[in-house]
């Protein structure tokens, strides 16, 4: 007993032994188990499988602490998002969405080929879901790709790439034009 609390062991120790009186003492130190004469075999195979239990959860929080570990140092920005409308789903690049339109709890998707998607669910939704320093939330209504900017008005409307003009709100007025300065 000595021996095992003074030593700092990363591993997982049974007990078998004829003694009984040990038992609480070899369990407060941390071992799984404290089998006594007679071994009752099940009981041995019980004790086992629990260390291999506690070794791959071990291995398995390990894995999942890299990961979001890993996340945090390198956030993941998503690549693809699914849009579901009334008949299908479809996979689109985020780097194919032009801007998005919301309207009465609908938004609608217009894509750099022209194609337009109407989804129902709100801008909010995918305004936390897209990548903040790529989609601008330029109007109540609108939320674009600030890729595809094309130009800028001084009466507050930006137009896209597609020569569609989009207003922006008062208040994200500033925020569009410190966007813009930091691109030149």
Not at 25 to 47: M, R, S, W
Not at 80 to 101: G, H
């Amino acid at each position: 007993m000595e021996l095992l609390a003074n030593l700092n062991l990363d591993t997982h120790i049974i007990f078998i032994t004829a003694f009984n009186q040990y038992a609480m003492e070899a369990l407060n130190l941390g071992a799984i188990g404290y089998l006594t004469k007679p071994i009752d075999p099940n009981l041995l195979v019980e004790k086992i499988e629990q260390c291999y239990k506690k070794t791959s959860e071990f291995k398995f929080n390990q894995l999942q602490l890299k990961i979001a570990e890993n996340h945090l140092k390198h956030p993941s920005i998503p690549k693809k998002i699914a849009l579901r409308t009334f008949e299908f789903t479809q996979i689109v690049n985020v780097e194919d969405i032009l801007y998005c339109y919301s309207d009465k709890g609908y938004t609608t998707f217009n894509l750099k080929d022209g194609v337009n998607l109407m989804v129902s669910k709100v801008i909010k939704h995918f305004e936390a879901m897209l990548p903040p320093e790529q989609f601008i939330r330029c109007h109540q209504s609108y939320l674009i790709n600030s890729h595809f900017i094309h130009k800028y008005y001084k009466d507050g409307q930006l137009e896209m790439k597609d020569g569609k003009k989009i207003p922006v709100s008062n208040r994200k007025r500033e925020a569009i034009m410190q966007f813009i300065e930091r691109l030149t």
